[in-house]
């Protein structure tokens, strides 16, 4: 497994948010994680990839993009960083 970034941006009312860092963490991923309601120009980076939309989670992995991944699609991401 390499080491490439991964950042989470989300909010803190975000139930698929919750779901996703705390499945990262059960699977001891680390992530840097960005409140889009709070960091500026998060949500512009998080619609910019999302057709517009503040959709979260929004997964970044080493530069590429995943808007509100299953946590089966996030296991596979993860699994092949």
Known sequence: MTDK?????????????HRA???LDSKK??????????????ADIVASHNDGKHRVPTIEIDGRFFGNPSLKELGDLVATR
Do not use: H
Not at 5 to 17: K, N, R
Not at 29 to 42: L, Q
């Open 5 to 17: 970034a991964l950042t989470v941006y989300s909010t803190t009312w975000c139930p698929d948010c």
């Open 21 to 23: 860092k705390a499945f």
């Open 29 to 42: 991923v680390d992530y840097t994680e960005v409140d889009i309601e709070v960091t500026p120009n998060a």
